[in-house]
DNA sequence: TTGAAAGCGTTACCAC
DNA sequence: GTGGTAACGCTTTCAA
């Protein structure tokens, strides 16, 4: 195994020579590096990371912790693993299946140097027990923390739903029935008050009746369509709360000989691979753009200079739904 | 920041003693041993990963190489990730998007120790090139290599498709059409010979007609049923290369009103969650199993004793389109 | 049971 | 431009 030191000494140059070669240092006179270049190459020498690591105290790799993988949280990860791999990181996820152990010992690799910063997909620690990590680096969230030391990528939904409720009206269809998820989240709430404003501003009314929570699969999309067929008062468009129920929906409501889209709409969200596959109607969320900014959150503190967020926004999808 | 020397200065202890609290090594006084730890949690204390990796010249970490992340993937590497954890190993994903170049970099990293061995999932590098870095560090694949220094951890397929053509058989079903994947892989080798001999030992006609290849996604699956509807002379059952291809195919089946299992049978492989939700009969293929055997060939390599394999078989999930 | 000191393989500061 | 050398924070002999 060669060693910087033995480059060094078959070189004939100081181990701080051979460095400089390493680190494209311009105090180098061009004959002496490629006298040592040649002997790494001929040597097959590779400079060992612990060693740079330990040196430098940074390991050029970033955390990142979620609950589970799904496919929203991988065109998260992608995201940033593209741009973090750009700037010379390395990513190592940690799944905590929900386990408040596991994620700790996440948050200790910060402590204890492992990683220079965590991205936070999805966490269950009460958030003082995490910001309590901020002081060993940057630590990056994509769920809303509600805490001063953990800034988030995350939107808001108003914007997006908004969106796809201009759209039904536009269209004509009055009728909606809302597909929410997670019953008290934020998100809900920002989609809700979407509806229910939008519905104001055309002097529609607002249908609570038609309120659905906690709808996150397929199933659960085919089930609430099953259950509006039962009554005789129906809704002429669902917004559903992601492209899997949206999914749902749709078969359903295909297997009861619905027409959709002439009378019944159906709206979905995330623009997913699903989505476009059966031709539904969604929101796209610019994932790999908060991917992005997730990182230039982190810039500051790991590359020492600050770098521009860019500026996001949802956008409507049209396909054969609507 | 706190160090081993610090904790040793506080406490009057050498660094060694305190490095010997830190490793439960039996030779500490139980006095000593409590002093120790006791500043050592005033101090909040914890080693340095990259200290302790460069000193011991292994670092606890893994990587695994893919050119993209899908739902089986996924499943591979959590098995994976599960039972290094149980070993004290963490996994740093490298997803190369089938560039060479980077999987290289994956390469390079076992040997410039960052990793203490390699998991492929899918490669692109040639198999003599992947081979030439087996001196850093195991290297175990999922895909076939077909290079003694590289074992595999893929299943012989045939038995799986086997599997599903005596149960089709045995349920009356003679007329089968086959959608493979990859036109000239293994595994379709594997799968198409299980059904010829198979058809074969039934004293039934092999109707190379109905033999589809390149069949990956949903999209195709519907396609497939589709240019299928166009015919007179048609199949009664549909053997699926995975779950996705079946449910394409069962949902443009349902389009077309046609009666599943009664006048078309279809079968997926794989046993994913979408065969789940849609009520798909599949084959499953024990991927946690074959996850954990990946991690077991290491085993000698990163544990110092050898563990023995499991054995795997596939098995047939029985559902509602057979 | 404990300690001293020599690694591990780099980087970075200070001389020259 | 180049070299000497002290970090970086731990583990691991070898002695005592």
Redesign the pocket.
Known sequence: ?????R??RLS?????????V??H?????P???EKILAIMKEKD????R???S????QTQQIGMITMDLNELILRFMNGFVEISGRHGFQTIIYTTGGDKEKELQALEDLK??RVDALLILTSVNDKNVISSYCKYGPIVSWQRMDHPDIPSVAMNQYDGYALAMEHLIEKGYTRIANAFGRPSSINTRSRRLAYEQIMANNNLPVIEKWYYSSIYRIVDGEQLMQSLMGETDRPDAILCSNDLVAAGVLSEARRQRIDVPRDLAIIGFDNSELSRTLGITTVRNPIAGQAENAFLLMAPALLGRNMELQPLSFSLVKRETT
């Open positions: 195994m060669s060693t910087l030191a480059i060094a004939g140059f100081s181990k701080a020579t051979v460095s400089r390493l680190n240092s311009p105090h180098v006179s004959e002496t590096r020498y590779v400079p060992n612990n060693a740079i330990l040196s430098k105290g204890r140097k």
